[in-house]
């Protein structure tokens, strides 16, 4: 069982910059792969990333691409969310999650697949 927690996260200008890291304990991070998730008030929680455990595969949402990167240490038992070009539509509360089965990139999209959570860390963006 693995344990994950989050970064502090904050409040951001719109056009800043943020980055999250999750740090995991009890089990060695090179065993899973990993997801950041987001949940907005009032809307289900959704995929940012999602990078194997090699690195080597990475997904972004569309609504992402080209302005978070996702990356991870195994050595550093941490993953990495770096948020660039914010806008107000990417406040939410942000969630790593670890994934300790084989899946596809789809299939690693979706909260049901994560067995493991960190507790949420807030992102507001101001306009």
């Known amino acids: 069982q693995v344990q994950l927690v989050e970064s502090e996260g904050g409040l951001v200008q719109a056009g800043g910059s943020l980055r999250l890291s999750c740090v995991a304990s009890?089990?060695?991070?090179?065993?899973?792969?990993m997801g950041w998730f987001r949940q907005a008030p009032g809307k289900e929680r959704e995929c940012v990333a999602t990078i194997s455990r090699s690195g080597v595969s990475i997904y972004y949402a569309d609504s992402v691409k080209g302005r978070f990167t996702i990356s991870r240490d195994n050595a550093k038992n941490t993953v990495y969310l770096q948020m660039n070009s914010l806008k107000p539509e990417d406040a939410a509360v942000y969630y790593c999650?670890?994934?300790?089965?084989?899946?596809?990139?789809?299939?690693?999209?979706?909260?049901?697949?994560?067995?493991?959570w960190g507790q949420g860390t807030r992102v507001t963006v101001s306009s």
């Open positions: 999650a670890a994934d300790g089965l084989i899946r596809t990139i789809e299939e690693r999209t979706r909260p049901t697949s994560y067995d493991f």
């Open positions: 009890g089990r060695t991070l090179g065993s899973y792969a």
